[in-house]
């Protein structure tokens, strides 16, 4: 019997990031200024950034070394364990090895500390007090919030409203750390308030959580805004996921066939496929490498490539990505932090080559899979890493269709120990479908800006 879990000691945490940037086969366009249209440049983005972060932003060397006390903070649950999924393959009866990368054993329950805490780290050398974000399902501002904390800065955190409200437990562990937590679309900000102008009722959407976020950085010169995914910068943070990955597979024995991680903004996504993707470019690997979305927000299955703003009142930068359109409006479906418009540029410009396939699920069929995950392994999942587990799943039912082994990886992103409510409306049959019909897809994608 092969070890369930497979191990790295502290010592084998990354010392560098890896940079995808450097391997493209064809670049990403430059992210342009909202104002102006022209591509936009350090000085239009330091207003709330600071100056290493922009760098590795738009960096193009292959390896960025991670500072010392980065790692010393890492070493609280880094290396992160590997699994070997054995329960659940006896359950589904597959000859497919799937194993799973664990992120939710950081002290934030999910993969967003990796890049929080640089982030922090590199506010705070820059002499920022403050830090402004948004969050969805609660899970990057508790990290934002925690790391914070560690580097002794403030932390305002714009919360996706009916996430506000579905998990209030997510709400009180930022508070835990020092931060102060506002349901969005709020008063404080205009691009607030414009919302709820048109929509006292709004439940908010990430779109409106970033440009709330944004506009408090803007106007307060001792505070820096800080994104939990799609930049090139958070992406890189989060290699240390597959890197770790890599060199555990290694020690299984085994190189995976397919590699799986949900995807909203397309952070953990990133974390662990870049690191394979380099194989794929560099060694001609040909392994399968699937974002899995929602129904409810198909940027990347039903979303067009093309140049889109980040946010609602249109105060960041326009990307090129795949999107449903900035003013789309998804439903409140549980995995709130798959409820974003866009994906990573990155991300997508890998999915325009063709490197990365992806696949979209309707809710009651990814509660259905975690469900049945939970029973076997253990782990109640996050409801967003629970899409990967459905696509994981239905490869190891096709393997065994098939009959044919195939070794599976995908990320577990966090736990859902925050996420019972959406658990006990799954339970009680309350919980719906929300897929998006294709006149709310044609409205929105009609708002894209013409470039």
């Not at 940037?21 to 366009?29: E, S, V």
Request: glycine share 8%; hydrophobic share 40%; with cysteine.
């Amino acid at each position: 019997m092969s070890d369930i879990k497979i191990l790295l000691d502290e010592n084998e945490i990354p010392t560098h990031w890896y940079n995808i940037q450097a391997d493209l086969p064809n670049a990403i366009k430059p992210p342009l200024n909202p104002k102006t249209g022209q591509p936009a440049g350090p000085e239009d983005l330091s207003v709330i950034f600071p100056i290493e972060l922009l760098k590795q932003e738009m960096s193009v060397e292959r390896w960025i070394e991670i500072p010392e006390e980065v790692r010393e903070l890492y070493r609280l649950w880094r290396p992160s364990p590997l699994y070997r999924a054995q329960r659940l393959e006896k359950a589904l009866d597959t000859p497919a090895k799937i194993y799973y990368k664990y992120e939710g054993a950081s002290p934030a329950g999910s993969h967003k500390l990796n890049t929080a805490i640089p982030q922090a780290y590199y506010n705070k050398k820059a002499g920022i007090k403050r830090l402004a974000t948004e969050t969805g399902a609660g899970q990057w501002g508790s990290a934002l919030a925690m790391a914070c904390n560690f580097f002794g800065m403030e932390c305002t955190v714009y919360m996706v409203k009916v996430s506000y409200q579905q998990k209030p437990y997510r709400r009180s562990m930022m508070q835990l750390f020092g931060a102060s937590v506002i349901p969005s679309p709020s008063d404080k900000t205009q691009a607030g308030r414009d919302v709820l102008a048109k929509n006292p009722n709004s439940m908010g959407s990430l779109g409106v959580a970033i440009s709330e976020a944004v506009e408090d950085a803007i106007n307060h010169g001792d505070t820096n805004y800080a994104l939990g995914s799609v930049l090139n910068h958070v992406v890189l943070h989060q290699t240390v996921i597959g890197l770790e990955a890599k060199k555990q597979m290694e020690k299984a024995g085994y190189y995976p066939d397919v590699i799986i991680a949900c995807s909203g903004g397309g952070s953990n996504f990133g974390g662990i496929a870049m690191p394979f993707v380099y194989d794929k470019i560099k060694e001609g690997k040909n392994t399968r490498i699937m974002a899995v979305e929602p129904t409810a927000c198909p940027s990347l299955t039903k979303g067009r490539f093309a140049y889109d703003y980040g946010d609602v009142a249109k105060l960041t930068p326009m990307m090129m990505m795949y999107t449903v359109g900035h003013d789309f409006m998804p439903p409140g479906i549980h995995a709130g932090g798959l409820r974003y418009h866009g994906a990573s540029p990155l991300e997508s410009q890998l999915m325009h080559d063709g490197l990365i396939e992806a696949k979209a699920y309707d809710q009651r069929e990814v509660f259905d899979a975690a469900k049945l995950f939970a029973q076997n392994e253990g782990i109640i999942p996050a409801p967003e890493s629970s899409h990967a587990i459905k696509a994981a799943i239905d490869e190891a039912l096709a393997a065994r269709e098939a009959g044919k082994s195939r070794t599976i990886l995908f990320n577990l992103s966090g736990h859902g120990y925050f996420d019972m409510g959406a658990y006990d409306a799954y339970l009680s049959g309350r919980l719906q479908d929300s897929s998006l019909s294709e006149d709310e897809l044609v409205r929105a994608l009609e708002a894209l800006p013409e470039v």
